[in-house]
């Protein structure tokens, strides 16, 4: 049974949103962030190990450990990407459990698919938009979404999306770049815009999607905001986790 919504509070053409520091149309955005992931594709995962030195593994343990998933039991990863979360949790779940890799990006996902056949892990995959997921309500014990929610163009419908596809009990989580304690500001915004689109050529070949990278952070909500948002979503009990100064937060919410 899919019990979808209908998408009638999607923006129509002609409205604006943010792509980093741009001001697009909302279907320019789609597109021009679907054009990002294709182009670092290939070597996505090596940036991440490079431009985090390999903090964004401890960053995805860390949300594991906080998801209070147990052996069997269902897991929706969602922007899951090269799959980094979505391996995780199959060792947690175990034989008896499921997990669901989704993405709306072909070459991400398909990237995450072979990466977990590689590794001996069969996991079903989906390309979908986390702003009209294909499942039912109320399935999964965990909806999880990995550095992915910023580059969503309406952040509280997919919120509300993957809320709606959690049993009574079940657990939203967000992972996700945050606002860095002040005193750092001045030396990250410095590794941010200086740095990180120089690693981005030398590593991927692509100076230009690190840089929206770097101004997308920017524009995604604060530790506050993002809280309140997974509120008006239907969460409770919403609390976050600053990681690493803020440059990462944790955000973990309830459906009862």
């Not at 741009?22 to 070597?43: C, L, N, P």
């Not at 147990?70 to 990407?81: E, I």
């Not at 947690?92 to 990237?111: C, F, K, Q, S």
């Not at 419908?157 to 967000?174: D, I, K």
Request: proline residues 4%; aromatic residues 8%.
């Amino acid at each position: 049974m899919d019990s979808r919504k209908p998408a009638s509070d999607k923006a129509s053409s002609d409205k604006t949103t943010d792509f980093g520091f741009q001001q697009v149309g909302e279907q320019e955005k789609a597109k021009k962030v679907a054009g990002v992931f294709r182009s670092v594709a290939d070597r996505y995962d090596v940036m991440n190990d490079v431009m985090s030195a390999g903090l964004h593994r401890v960053w995805k343990r860390f949300a594991i450990e906080m998801s209070g998933v147990r052996p069997g039991g269902r897991v929706l990863d969602v922007a899951g990407g090269t799959g980094d979360l979505s391996a995780l949790m199959r060792t947690r779940v175990g034989d008896g459990g499921e997990v669901w890799l989704t993405d709306i990006n072909g070459a991400m996902l398909a990237r995450g698919r072979d990466r977990l056949l590689d590794e001996g892990k069969l996991l079903p995959t989906v390309q979908c938009d986390a702003e009209r997921l294909p499942f039912p309500d109320g399935h999964f014990d965990c909806a999880i979404v990995g550095f992915g929610l910023r580059n969503m163009t309406h952040k509280e419908v997919a919120l509300a999306e993957m809320y709606r596809t959690l049993r009574a009990g079940g657990r939203l989580l967000v992972l996700e770049f945050s606002r860095i304690w002040s005193p750092l500001k001045p030396l990250y915004d410095a590794y941010s815009f200086k740095v990180l689109p120089v690693l981005g050529k030398l590593i991927a070949g692509d100076a230009d999607s690190y840089r929206y990278l770097a101004e997308s952070i920017r524009k995604h909500p604060g530790q506050e905001e993002l809280k309140q948002m997974m509120e008006r979503a239907g969460c409770e009990r919403v609390q976050y986790y600053n990681l690493s100064g803020g440059v990462v937060a944790l955000h973990v919410g309830y459906k009862f």
